[in-house]
């Protein structure tokens, strides 16, 4: 066994620690991160700016840019330990969080991450419903007339993408993700740059540049709102609570934490033109009226609905690319429940026999019964959570706060501190600690504002 062992590290199938071989390169990285980031949240970063105006709309949108590269940056560094280029791998963040702070720690962040990950998940299933919805009522609108009476519910189309995605995760896992993560990317650039021409073209219609200086001045809920809309922000940005997943994908050399640094870099700049472009151009659009979801609320009467075709084609695209994230943010769940109950029952046949099918223009399928009933059931009940949950904005401000602070900023930093021997009171430690403190508050915020709002949304 050692032998074959041996030789199939040699021949190149196995990496030294005996998985099979990592083949992700900078580009699949990036692509990763596109398709884990630019996400439903972009579609919500009009309204963000809305409510904090021309002043602190775009400076929160640089701001926390800055703060994600620092989190990719810290976090990047605890893939191996104890050395970040030849120390042991984390395969996951749980694993560096055990490895970095202990056990209990590490339960803590385990719970943060899948619930984070879990809520992410369920804010995919009401943006794609809103999507597909977006796209029958523009048709309608195209139809029958701006005034006709095209009122379409969510739960069909809620209902549609769970089935679809009960099929796509048949997907054996992360690392077999690439080709939906480069398609998922494709659409995200498609939706986002059509978003950003549609307000820039309503600028031009306009003739002027719609908002103020402090955002929407005349509303009950000022503040509430602009807390909401940090959330929003806070959501659109951080992937740290997959990024050593995706890190892991990552062949060596060159050393993974590099190449993780060099595609968040890209990923990042990337990212923030989009949002800052879709953000500004849809508030200088519609002002006061700037709709909660760029797309749909184009569609909703709040903006305008034609070339209807080229929103249809938008709206597709994010039903396209939310297939994808939807994957994205699923995949580790999926591997952390298998590992966990192979461990546990390590000698039932319903939790680790595979059985082999071969059908017609398709990849060889390796079934596995607790798979297929497991992640069947996890796609069931964050569908089943979106239909009762159903308010875009809010649930993905809660989400944001939920996941900005613990997984993106504090656990990182901590991490950081251990890995590269920083000891107390040390300029870096100063630095580290207050940037972790700021960042708690900001978390605040955004927890007390997008609740506040999530709260009233289901009363009324």
């Known amino acids: 066994m050692a032998v074959h062992h041996s030789l199939e590290v040699a021949d190149g199938t196995l990496d030294d620690d005996g998985?099979?071989?990592?083949?992700?390169?900078?580009?699949?990285?990036?692509?990763?991160?596109?398709?884990?980031?630019?996400?439903?949240?972009?579609?919500?970063?009009?309204?963000?700016?809305?409510?904090?105006?021309?002043?602190?709309?775009?400076?929160?949108?640089?701001?926390?840019?800055?703060?994600?590269?620092?989190?990719?940056?810290?976090?990047?560094?605890?893939?191996?330990?104890?050395?970040?280029?030849?120390?042991?791998?984390?395969?996951?963040?749980?694993?560096?969080?055990?490895?970095?702070?202990?056990?209990?720690?590490?339960?803590v962040c385990g719970l943060l991450q899948y619930l984070s990950m879990y809520g992410i998940d369920i804010a995919y299933v009401i943006t794609t419903a809103t999507s597909m919805r977006a796209i029958w009522k523009s048709n309608c609108y195209h139809r029958e007339g701006p005034h006709a009476p095209c009122h379409y519910g969510n739960s069909f189309y809620m209902l549609l993408f769970g089935i679809i995605q009960i099929v796509m995760s048949l997907i054996p896992d992360i690392h077999n993700m690439e080709w939906l993560s480069v398609v998922a990317a494709i659409m995200s650039f498609s939706y986002s740059s059509i978003g950003l021409g549609l307000g820039f073209a309503k600028v031009?219609?306009?003739?002027?540049?719609?908002?103020?200086?402090?955002?929407?001045?005349?509303?009950?809920?000022?503040?509430?709102?602009?807390?909401?809309?940090?959330?929003?922000?806070?959501?659109?940005?951080?992937?740290?609570?997959?990024?050593?997943?995706?890190?892991?994908?990552?062949?060596?050399?060159?050393?993974?934490?590099?190449?993780?640094?060099?595609?968040?870099?890209?990923?990042?700049?990337?990212?923030?033109?989009?949002?800052?472009?879709c953000g500004c151009f849809g508030y200088a659009a519609f002002g006061d009226k700037t709709p909660g979801n760029l797309l749909t609320g184009i569609v909703s009467g709040e903006g305008f609905f034609e070339p209807f075709w080229l929103v249809d084609f938008a709206n597709a695209c994010i039903i396209?690319?939310?297939?994808?994230?939807?994957?994205?943010?699923?995949?580790?769940?999926?591997?952390?429940?298998?590992?966990?109950?192979?461990?546990?029952?390590?000698?039932?046949?319903?939790?680790?026999?595979?059985?082999?099918?071969?059908?017609?223009?398709?990849?060889?399928?390796?079934?596995?019964?607790?798979?297929?009933?497991?992640?069947?059931?996890?796609?069931?009940?964050?569908?089943?959570?979106?239909?009762?949950?159903?308010?875009?904005?809010?649930?993905l401000g809660v989400l944001g706060a939920l996941n900005f602070w613990p997984l993106a900023i504090y656990f990182p930093s901590e991490m950081y501190l251990v890995q590269k021997k920083i000891g107390a009171w040390t300029r870096n430690w100063v630095i580290l600690k207050i940037f972790s403190f700021v960042c708690f508050l900001v978390t605040v915020l955004c927890f007390i504002g997008s609740f506040e709002s999530l709260i009233s949304a289901k009363l009324s």
């Open 204 to 277: 031009i219609e306009n003739g002027r540049i719609a908002g103020g200086i402090v955002g929407v001045a005349k509303v009950e809920k000022k503040v509430w709102n602009a807390f909401e809309a940090l959330g929003d922000i806070a959501f659109a940005y951080p992937y740290a609570l997959i990024l050593l997943e995706i890190q892991d994908t990552l062949k060596s050399p060159p050393p993974e934490n590099q190449t993780m640094k060099r595609a968040s870099m890209v990923a990042i700049s990337i990212t923030t033109t989009f949002y800052f472009c």
């Open 320 to 395: 396209v690319h939310l297939v994808g994230a939807y994957q994205m943010y699923s995949q580790p769940i999926f591997a952390a429940a298998e590992r966990w109950f192979s461990f546990k029952c390590p000698n039932s046949r319903f939790v680790n026999k595979f059985y082999t099918f071969k059908l017609p223009l398709v990849p060889v399928i390796r079934l596995n019964l607790f798979r297929l009933c497991f992640r069947t059931v996890f796609v069931i009940s964050t569908t089943g959570i979106a239909l009762i949950f159903p308010y875009f904005n809010s649930v």
């Open 19 to 107: 998985r099979l071989r990592r083949t992700g390169t900078l580009w699949s990285c990036i692509a990763h991160i596109i398709t884990a980031v630019i996400g439903s949240g972009v579609l919500s970063l009009a309204w963000s700016t809305a409510q904090l105006g021309w002043i602190a709309g775009p400076v929160s949108l640089i701001g926390f840019a800055i703060i994600t590269y620092v989190s990719a940056f810290l976090l990047s560094d605890c893939y191996r330990s104890p050395d970040p280029i030849k120390g042991t791998r984390n395969y996951s963040y749980m694993d560096a969080v055990g490895v970095n702070l202990g056990t209990k720690r590490m339960w």
